[in-house]
């Protein structure tokens, strides 16, 4: 069973920053993509990063290309999300998941263990 944890959410100003934690127990996770995604209140969940098995790629949604940074450290267990020049539009709760593959994946039906979630609050 794997399990995921978030961390680092909070309430912040707009232009503010927040590096995002997710922490993975088991002995596979080097061999996985790893996913950021974000639900907004009323809305559906989405896409916001990826990263493949070995950190050599990753994907960001158009919404945060140039502001977040997706990266990981696979001796730790660990994948980042660095948030920068955070927006209102950016509040909402961010989970990470594990992909079923090693490759990066947008789509949520890609990945079948979720964390709690984290979150993520910027007010104007």
């Known amino acids: 069973q794997v399990q995921l944890v978030e961390s680092g959410g909070g309430l912040v100003q707009a232009g503010d920053s927040l590096r995002l934690s997710c922490a993975a127990s088991g002995r596979t996770f080097s061999n996985y993509a790893m996913g950021w995604f974000r639900q907004a209140p009323g809305k559906e969940r989405e896409f916001v990063a990826v990263i493949n098995w070995n950190g050599g790629r990753t994907d960001l949604s158009d919404s945060v290309k140039g502001r977040f940074t997706i990266s990981r450290a696979n001796a730790k267990n660990t994948v980042y999300l660095q948030m920068n020049s955070l927006k209102p539009e950016d509040t909402a709760i961010y989970y990470c998941?594990?992909?079923?593959?090693?490759?990066?994946?947008?789509?949520?039906?890609?990945?079948?263990?979720w964390g709690q979630g984290t979150q993520v609050t910027v007010s104007s």
């Open positions: 998941a594990r992909s079923t593959t090693s490759y990066r994946t947008k789509s949520l039906d890609m990945f079948d263990y």
